[in-house]
């Protein structure tokens, strides 16, 4: 009986997917991304990828005994 509900489960979901899509396209989308403007670097974005960068170091030389 599990299989015959997952089975009723996936058909749902599949009938409900192609449902969407066919929404999706009937307003127009054509699975082109848009922007307003493109994306650029700023300061935060180096701040964060510094700061990650950093606490991953931390954290080997913390496991290895380093710290």
């Keep these: 009986w599990a299989a015959a509900g997952i089975g009723a489960v996936f058909r749902r979901t599949r009938t409900l997917a192609d449902a969407v899509t066919l929404a999706m396209i009937a307003r127009g989308f054509t ?3 848009r922007l307003l403007r493109p994306p650029q670097w700023r300061r935060r974005d180096w701040l964060l990828v510094t700061a990650a960068t950093l606490a991953a170091v931390a954290l080997v030389a913390a496991d290895r005994g380093l710290a």
């Design 31 to 33: 699975g082109e991304v």
